[in-house]
């Protein structure tokens, strides 16, 4: 019982047409519910009803994160334990805050993050069907990734915010990017038994360093890139590998200014392994294993 995944982002964009026009035609996306404020989507392969929301708002950034849990009781079972440990939670009902939203809570990090938990989204399909299917629609458009993965975050205290995730809502540390002062630099944390469905570096309070998609194969992540550059989206980072991870990986940008990546790759692991560290010295490899260094336009944050 507990958190299964990262469920959905709601992130900023001051331009909903343009913004709508980039997840639906580059990043191949679809539309499953528009407001005059929002529009709603999901990927070809996610059945429930959206992953991925965007409010218009006259900037960027993240409004807030959505993690699904198994079961109707793990909404009172996290309620209490938030609580408890002194965070306000607010309850909303199904469907009571977006078209096909499950049952939620949501809450504050001590980061300010908002996070919200939610059950019984509603599910409308992948795009194949339930007999016989092939392995992916042949009409795709865009990059098309088959679902959201992970959603990496700023926040001034990396180690705070690592505990809460860890001793409130069970999270597991994979890895860790530990600073020569004994300080966590940037933690990655996981309840899917991936490498990670989350991460944090420190930065400001509040921000948003990217949300990534899944692709299948490293292959896959060069066909991104194919994609992009067709269409003419800034690549901030081509295809390559992280030394944390270990995934494969490329940055590019939304038209309002938030992070994208395309990641696939990492590992499997178990609730009792231990964490990996990587010393400050090799901070760039950890990042970029093949250059070994990180520029600071990519340390850049976005709240
Ligand atoms: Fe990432």
Known sequence: M???????????VPDLELATAYYAEVVGMYETAREPDRV?????????HHS???RFEPTYGLNHMGWKVQFHEDLDTYTD??????????????????????????????SGHMMELVYGMDQVGNLLPLTNPPPKPLNLIGFAPPRLDHIFITCEDVGLNTRFLQDVLGFHLTEQI???DGF?????????HTSHD????????????????????????????????????????????????????????????????A?????????????VTWTEAEMGRAIFYFDGVVNQDFLTVHS
């Open 198 to 261: 989350i991460a944090l570096v420190t930065g400001q309070d509040g921000g948003l360093h990217h949300f990534a998609y899944w692709v299948d194969d490293w292959t896959a992540i060069r066909d991104v890139a194919d994609v992009l550059a067709y269409h003419g989206v800034h690549i901030e980072k081509n295809p390559t590998r992280h030394g944390a991870t270990r995934g494969h990986c490329l940055y590019f940008f939304d038209p309002a200014g938030n992070r994208n990546e």
């Open 184 to 192: 966590q630099i940037a933690t990655w944390l996981e309840h899917s």
């Open 263 to 275: 990641f696939t790759g990492g590992y499997y692991v178990d609730p009792e392994e231990p964490p």
């Open 178 to 180: 530990l600073g020569d």
């Open 81 to 110: 334990q938030l609580t408890n440990a002194g965070f306000k939670v607010t309850r909303f009902a199904h469907g009571e805050i977006g078209p096909g939203h499950g049952e939620s809570i949501r809450f504050a990090m001590p």
């Open 2 to 12: 507990g958190i299964l995944r990262l469920s959905h982002v709601e992130i900023r």
């Open 52 to 54: 991925v929301i965007l």
């Open 40 to 48: 709603f989507l999901k990927c070809w392969d996610e059945h429930q």
